[in-house]
């Protein structure tokens, strides 16, 4: 057990070696994205690809964890930012930047035990979920919204654990077709969505501890909620009331039916 | 080359329910796991676990020279399922014990009779073996019906905890 892991040390026997040898990805490194990192560079895992195509501005010094002055003045990609901000912590650590969409070099998330997704919008959680299910790769979820009523503001969010095998996120009702419908109708025109960092510091550490349940159990009976939901207005993090519906239910989307892996691996015509 | 094979927990526990189960003669069960293949970021092969093939009671012959003998009709059941959809076949036992198990010296020599049958179905495909212990595995895979073999180098179930067998 390495020195600066002895007050993890209930995680077990082999914990530094099960997070030394582990490989996650983040998709969005920004609000969300970046309180994870950090956590996960204190954690200890092994390997980080970080994705996230956009620059550092003013804008974001409100929630972007680890965002500086020069960072800003030089226009830095976010993910050199973040890589920063995790070396300071893990030197150790492997973290590989990818300044693009996670489209673009998709291929490295077949490696990951765990991917964090933190974007914005239903349509890109949908892809991402459908690319990872395929490969069989667990992916956690977080994101929130601000929606303004009449006397005040209402903040909200979601941490989900889409694991293969189990609820899909469609399950959970929180990907929904006419959801995806109406978000491509307005493509283009969806606004600045209002963001702050304790919400999303607080759905992080959710979404870290969802991966250390996976990789990590420290009970052998836990029960952590897949769907876990945030009401900012009242503090609170609660299983969603869906979850009571899927009891003895399993996933219609995304069945034994689909099939696994490359579409054309290896084609060759001769195969029948 | 880094070869992994990837199941999702409660497919592994169909297999392990499935093996385990006594048969009127033959002293261990067999079937086969059909997989998806994909390539990696770095050289080697993922396979994703998709569906378990049952050989079927009548489907064993006596053969007291080994644990398990099956017929050319076991074969062609999953031949059969995988003709028109590509996917890679591993030949499953299990041998009950915790740890890392090994392939026995009759384990070596059937393989090598019948993985390059698989290539017949489906050649664009990797085709193996796959030993199952309690906790662990080995396995040996062939990308092509006489090419090199290759080692399983891991094994990961994704469940609720998620584990990774690192094989030796």
């Not at chain 1, 673009?104 to 490696?111: G, K």
């Amino acid at each position: 057990m390495k020195e600066r892991s002895k007050r993890q040390s209930f995680l077990g026997e082999h914990s530094d070696e099960v997070l030394s040898g582990a490989t996650i990805g983040i998709i969005g490194t920004s609000g969300g994205g970046t309180p994870i990192a950090q956590a996960a560079a204190h954690i200890g895992f092994g390997t980080t690809h970080l994705f996230d195509p956009d620059f550092t501005e003013e804008h974001h010094r409100h929630r972007l964890v680890g965002i500086s002055s020069v960072a800003i003045k030089h226009r830095w990609k976010k993910v050199r930012v973040t890589q920063r901000l995790m070396w300071r912590v893990n030197p150790e650590g492997r973290v590989n930047p990818h300044a693009c969409a996670w489209q673009e070099e998709h291929e490295v998330l077949r490696s990951c035990d765990v991917v964090f997704s933190c974007v914005d919008g239903y349509l890109v959680r949908d892809e991402l979920e459908r690319y990872l299910r395929r490969y069989h790769v667990p992916l956690i979820d977080i994101g929130m919204d601000v929606t303004k009523y009449e006397t005040g503001h209402s903040i909200r969010g979601q941490a989900i654990l889409s694991l293969p095998g189990s609820h899909c996120m469609r399950c959970f009702g929180f990907i929904r077709d006419e959801l995806l419908q109406e978000e491509a109708r307005r493509y283009g025109d969806a606004g600045e969505r209002a963001q702050v960092i304790w919400p999303n510091a607080a759905l992080a550490s959710t979404a870290i501890g969802l991966a250390m349940s996976l990789l990590l159990p420290w009970h052998s009976h836990l029960t952590v909620a897949p769907y876990l939901t945030y009401d900012g207005n009242k503090f609170e993090i609660t299983p969603s009331p869906r979850l009571r519906h899927l009891e003895g239910i399993a996933c219609k989307h995304y069945g034994s039916s689909v099939h696994a892996g490359d579409l054309r691996y290896g084609a060759r015509a001769s195969d029948g | 080359m880094m070869i992994c094979l990837r199941l999702l927990e409660p497919l592994l526990k169909r297999i392990h329910e499935d093996l385990e189960r006594p048969h009127p003669f033959a002293a261990e069960r067999v079937g086969f796991l059909t997989c998806g293949a994909a390539t990696l970021d770095i050289p080697g092969i993922l396979l994703l676990g998709e569906a378990w093939h049952t050989v079927e009671d009548k489907d064993y012959v006596e053969d007291p020279r080994v644990g398990a003998c099956i017929g050319g009709r076991a074969f062609r059941k999953v031949f059969q399922a995988v003709y028109g959809e590509p996917a890679t076949i591993l030949h499953v036992h299990k041998h009950d014990h915790g740890g890392q198990p090994g392939f026995s010296l009759t384990d070596e020599r059937s393989m090598r009779e019948f993985v390059p049958g698989f290539f017949n179905v489906c050649r664009s495909r990797p085709h193996g073996a796959l030993v199952l212990s309690r906790d662990s595995a080995v396995g040996a895979l062939w990308t092509e019906a006489n090419g090199r073999r290759y080692a399983l180098t891991t094994v990961d179930v994704i469940g609720r905890p998620c584990q990774k067998w690192r094989l030796a």
